[in-house]
């Protein structure tokens, strides 16, 4: 597609349900990038992926969320055990490299709701 | 730490009005500069980005930004807004020896009242 599709866009679970999230970036990129985003807060850093491995997974803020890559173009974000904490927006971006002339390209997010 | 801040929270203007939202970083090193926007119901879109060379940058639909090193600021500035500028507006820094990890601000809502 022409830009970066993300699904699902709306996610209500219950507290200690798993959750997986899907990111398909823009065909050819080799970076791609999970953020979180809260009300009222700007995105915050979780992972990004040059190729198939997670090149910086710092802003991971626990062992229950966890992504992946495996082929180097789609990648799915899991949560294990959610809590009430992790309702956010989800967003995924990708970008053709991470040299700063690369422009940064987000899809619209999967909002996730932990009821 | 690294952070990023954006003094303005909400701001409300009218049209064709002057725009200068404040953004200042905290980043040792070296660092890569931008702005986004987010339009209502839109997705998160760039607006300008500094790396390097000169330090007033212009971006699409009239926005420019400069940098001054000295401040740690990299403020966002438009000479009259519209409208359709309403939308919220982040800045964001990396380093340039991790540019795959954008630290955002808050965000500042703008809205232009026509």
């Known amino acids: 597609g022409a830009g970066v599709s993300q699904t699902p866009s709306n996610k209500v679970t219950e507290k200690g349900k798993y959750v997986e999230l899907r990111c398909d970036p823009i065909?050819?990129?080799?970076?791609l990038y999970w953020y979180r985003q809260s009300l009222g807060q700007g995105p915050e850093f979780l992972i990004y992926f040059q190729g198939t491995g997670a090149a910086d997974d710092s802003g991971l803020p626990n062992d229950r969320f966890f992504a992946v890559r495996p082929e180097g173009s789609v990648s799915t974000l899991k949560i294990q055990r959610t809590e009430r904490g992790d309702s956010a927006v989800y967003l995924c971006?990708?970008?053709?490299?991470?040299?700063?002339?690369?422009?940064?390209?987000f899809g619209e997010g999967s909002w996730l709701t932990v009821v | 730490a690294q952070s990023v801040s954006q003094h303005n929270h909400h701001v409300i203007l009218s049209e064709a009005a002057s725009l200068e939202l404040g953004c200042n970083y905290s980043y040792g090193g070296t660092v890569n500069l931008f702005w986004y926007v987010q339009y209502p119901g839109q997705h998160l879109q760039l607006l300008l980005k500094?790396?390097?060379?000169?330090?007033l940058v212009k971006g699409i639909k009239g926005f420019e930004a400069e940098f001054i090193k000295s401040k740690f600021s990299f403020n966002l500035r438009k000479p009259s807004v519209q409208w359709s500028d309403t939308a919220e507006y982040f800045c964001?820094?990396?380093?340039?020896?991790?540019?795959?990890?954008?630290?955002f601000g808050q965000g500042t809502t703008l809205q232009v009242k026509p």
């Open positions: 971006a990708s970008s053709a490299g991470t040299a700063p002339g690369n422009t940064i390209y």
């Open positions: 964001a820094v990396t380093g340039s020896s991790n540019t795959g990890k954008l630290i």
């Open positions: 500094y790396f390097s060379g000169d330090p």
């Open positions: 065909s050819g990129h080799t970076a």
